[in-house]
């Protein structure tokens, strides 16, 4: 079935270093990539959406300078948290989907500032 | 818009007891509706999905939904707890002919007893 990859799943890092997270479509090609942020015991907050070759659209109250978004690909999407801080720390999780199928879901990164 | 509604943020059964986790949606047009597992640390996985057609949708590793329009439900059961169906629930719908972006309820752990 449609696999999709996250990398990486665990990352600690130092408060205002920067942070990528990749997400792969391995076996279908993702028209559109989602990334999800998810606060413990909750469900998942919709970050940004996008597709490929163009600008990520982003939800209300999510700071496009702090959450770089790029599609570059048809299999490839990159989440980078600029100067991240400990309130960034959480569970990213990116979902991508080929044109109105149901989106697949990475395994998630988990995401500590120290 | 549409949104969906999980009762109960716990659930608790014993192994071999009937699992039933609950799910209300609203939505204007006829939805699609979702059901997805969460295990620690990982992204979601569906379990299962209705569409259109049979209202009583099978799904993977036992679980069952039946969507009730008339109740605007669409429950989630299975007949036989395991051990290993503990985690974590998350109800979702998708709005039809829409962008096909899931809102998802809150989630509902699922706690099961030897």
């Known amino acids: 079935g449609a696999v999709v990859s996250q990398h990486p799943s665990w990352v600690i890092c130092k408060s205002g270093t920067s942070v990528k997270i990749e997400c792969r479509s391995l076996d279908f090609q993702a028209t559109t990539m989602f990334w999800y942020r998810q606060f413990p015991k909750q469900s998942l907050m919709l970050m940004a959406t996008s597709n490929e070759g163009s600008k990520a659209t982003y939800e209300q109250g999510v700071e496009k300078d702090k959450f770089l978004i790029n599609h570059a690909s048809l299999t490839l999407s990159t989440l980078t948290v600029t100067s991240a801080h400990p309130e960034d720390s959480s569970f990213y999780i990116c979902s991508a989907r080929n044109g109105g199928q149901p989106q697949h879901f990475g395994d998630g990164t988990r995401l500590s500032i120290l | ?114």
């Open chain 2, 1 to 114: 818009a549409q949104s969906v509604t999980q009762l109960g943020s716990h659930v608790s059964v014993s192994e071999g007891a009937l699992v039933l986790l609950r799910c209300n949606y609203s939505s204007s047009v006829p939805p699609y509706l979702f059901w997805y597992v969460q295990y620690p640390n990982q992204g979601l996985q569906l379990l299962l999905k209705y569409t259109t057609g049979a209202t009583l949708v099978k799904g993977i590793n036992g679980f069952e939904a039946e969507f009730k329009k008339s109740e605007t439900s669409f429950h989630l059961t299975k007949p036989s707890a395991h051990m290993s169906d503990a985690a974590e629930y998350f109800c979702a719908v998708i709005r039809s002919g829409g962008s096909y972006i899931p809102t998802f309820g809150r989630g509902t752990s699922l706690i099961v007893h030897p």
